[in-house]
């Protein structure tokens, strides 16, 4: 297969998973249709930087879409003493409310073509909570299956990644409808495919010990 440029490449790949993304989660039928006029122009982009050759594209989809592997989503840790002052250290930790099933989670999200698991821990915190964050230790990397109820169809790994308040105010978005601090004898419904009360348990734990060794499965 003959070189193409990979910055190119990759700016398509981002292009087509932001149509695959919106394919999925559209809102209508318009948004769908919109999302997959750009996957398909996305296809064709990468089929006329390869020279028009349809099997080096497919080539070149496959070495980042051929070979299925676990979607990978990211949560900020966020603990702080309720009032949401930067700085505040307590043991009331940072929840959103879900406007898809009405329980809560840990601000967090998908990670996104492009973005490290720091820069999307930032980006979700900011887009689910207002908050700005800046990250810290990893905590966990948590494999769902062994740990989350969830009738999904993904396998997730989900890094839990624990953040330092700067400030922030929230403004209510599509995902989520409010915040919140609570201690862990005081948790809301928690979505159990998300956030676990075990889990913010194990944030807790962590959040007590700074020589915590990252748990992964």
């Known amino acids: 297969m003959e070189m193409v440029d990979k910055d190119v490449v990759d700016l398509i790949l981002e292009l087509q998973a932001i149509g695959q993304s919106g394919e999925f989660y559209g809102h209508d039928d318009y948004d769908r249709d919109r999302a997959i006029q750009t996957r398909e122009l996305a296809t064709e982009l990468l089929v006329r930087l390869t020279g028009n050759n349809p099997e080096q594209a497919r080539e070149v989809l496959l070495e980042d879409y051929g070979y299925r592997t676990p979607k990978v989503d990211s949560r900020a840790v966020i603990f702080g003493d309720g009032t949401g002052r930067p700085g505040a250290d307590g043991d009331k930790i940072l929840l959103v409310h879900e406007g898809l099933d009405g329980r809560w989670s840990l601000p967090g999200g998908w990670i996104d073509e492009g ?66 601090w609570f201690g862990i004898d005081e948790l809301p419904e928690m979505s159990l495919g998300k956030t676990t009360p075990e889990q913010l348990e194990m944030c807790l734990e962590a959040h007590h010990n700074p020589n915590w060794q990252v748990i992964f499965d």
Not at 118 to 129: D, F, L, P, W
Not at 136 to 159: M, Q
């Open 115 to 180: 973005l490290s698991v720091r820069e999307n821990t930032i980006k979700e915190a900011y887009e689910e909570s207002g908050m700005q964050v800046k990250t810290g230790r990893l905590l966990a990397v948590i494999d769902k299956r062994k740990h989350n109820p969830s009738k999904g169809i993904f396998h997730v790994y989900t890094f839990f990644v624990e953040c330092t308040l700067l400030g922030g105010t929230f403004a209510e978005n599509l995902e989520t409808t409010e915040i919140g």
